[in-house]
């Protein structure tokens, strides 16, 4: 596609409840980037793929979240038992071959109530 | 703890004015560095990236970057109000070959006054 597609564009969640966010990559990227962004604050690196290798999840930041690139290109991020703190804009990154920055796509806001 | 620190602001300049932003970063590893703004309620949109000590120009953008003081700044040429939005300095910090992780200051708010 022409640009990093996220959705939903928003998630209200019970408390407890499991979500899932997907992310679909500019065509060809080969890395892909889950950052968290809360409000006011600059955005968190949480993971990054290569292909469908998770090659860095340092910044996940409990085992309630995991994220999946199985055949390279889409990308889901789950939440499970979702907390209040979990609240925040989850954004989607990708970049081509070489660093060059990468493009974000519009965020997940997820709200946790 | 690799950190790039910004004031948050709000930065208010004049239309037609140059806006200066600027970020310290920690780490002495970090090689590359890109500015991002980011309008309310939108994503984070790149703009400038720099690579090497010195300045390099994009129109009415000029990032400069010293890096042996750690410093990375952002200048907006004759400021227009268009240009009001939250800046984001990001470094990236050196943990191994093919790391393309991203570490961004909270970001600098700018205001351009009409």
């Known amino acids: ?5 996220q959705s939903p564009r928003y998630k209200v969640a019970k408390r407890g409840q499991d979500v899932a966010l997907r992310c679909d990559p500019i065509s060809g990227h080969v890395s892909l980037f889950w950052y968290q962004q809360a409000l006011g604050q600059g955005p968190e690196f949480l993971t990054y793929f290569q292909n469908e290798a998770q090659l860095d999840k340092s ?6 979240f995991f994220a999946e690139r199985p055949e390279g290109s889409v990308s889901t991020l789950k939440i499970q038992r979702t907390q209040q703190e979990d609240s925040a804009v989850y954004l989607c990154a990708s970049s081509g ?17 | 703890q690799k950190e790039v620190e910004q004031n948050s602001g709000p930065l208010s300049v004049p239309e037609g004015a140059i806006a200066s932003l600027n970020c310290t970063y920690s780490d002495r590893g970090s090689q590359s560095f890109f500015w991002y703004r980011q309008y309310s309620g939108k994503s984070p949109e790149l703009i400038m990236s720099i690579y090497s000590n010195g300045d390099k120009e994009d ?3 000029t990032a400069q970057l010293n890096k042996a ?5 952002l200048l907006i040429r ?3 109000p268009s240009d009001s939005a939250t800046y984001l300095c990001a470094g990236n910090p050196y943990s ?9 200051g ?9």
Do not use: E, H
């Open chain 1, 97 to 113: 071959s070489g660093f060059t920055g990468y493009t974000f796509g519009s965020g997940t806001r997820l709200t946790v109530v």
């Open chain 2, 96 to 104: 191994g070959a093919g790391s393309y992780q991203l570490t961004f």
């Open chain 2, 59 to 61: 129109g009415r953008f």
């Open chain 2, 69 to 73: 003081s750690q410093y990375v700044s």
């Open chain 2, 78 to 80: 004759d400021s227009q």
């Open chain 1, 1 to 5: 596609g022409a640009g990093v597609s």
């Open chain 2, 106 to 114: 909270k970001g600098t708010k700018l205001s351009v006054i009409p």
């Open chain 1, 59 to 64: 910044g996940l930041p409990s085992d309630r």
